[in-house]
């Protein structure tokens, strides 16, 4: 019934991932605890990284529960592309992958701060 698919849809779209997030991240050159401050607008996905790679603005897009951003950073006098790809589990928890400039990859885990 396309009425229930509406309604999917629908329920998909209420995520918001606007807030603070404490991300784990495990790569094959190590691991870390950045903190991603994310603002959603409609599909568009703006916000600001702050981790071990320094500081950086970020953009993206969430589609359904899909969402995906990136940003560039300096490392060793290298610039860098770092790409997030995640899928939104709920409305305090995001799940996926990260690939620094093609050097390290890996995986990563997020939950929204106490308080966002």
């Avoid at 396309?2 to 603070?20: P, Y």
């Avoid at 359904?64 to 006098?77: I, K, T």
Wanted: proline share 1%; net charge neutral.
């Amino acid at each position: 019934m396309v009425t229930g698919s509406i309604a999917g849809a629908a329920q998909a779209a209420k995520v918001d991932v606007t807030g603070k997030w404490l991300f784990t991240v495990e790569t094959t050159a190590g691991g870390g605890t950045p903190t991603i401050t994310l603002k959603q607008d409609g599909d568009k996905l703006t916000g600001h990284y702050s981790g071990q790679l320094g500081e950086a603005d970020l953009t993206g897009s969430v589609t359904a529960s899909d969402l995906v951003f990136r940003f560039n950073v300096e490392v060793q006098g290298a610039k860098l592309q770092c790409t997030y790809t995640g899928t939104i589990e709920n409305k305090d928890s995001i799940k996926g992958k990260v690939d620094i400039g093609g050097l390290a990859g890996g995986t990563f885990t997020a939950r929204r701060s106490a308080g966002d």
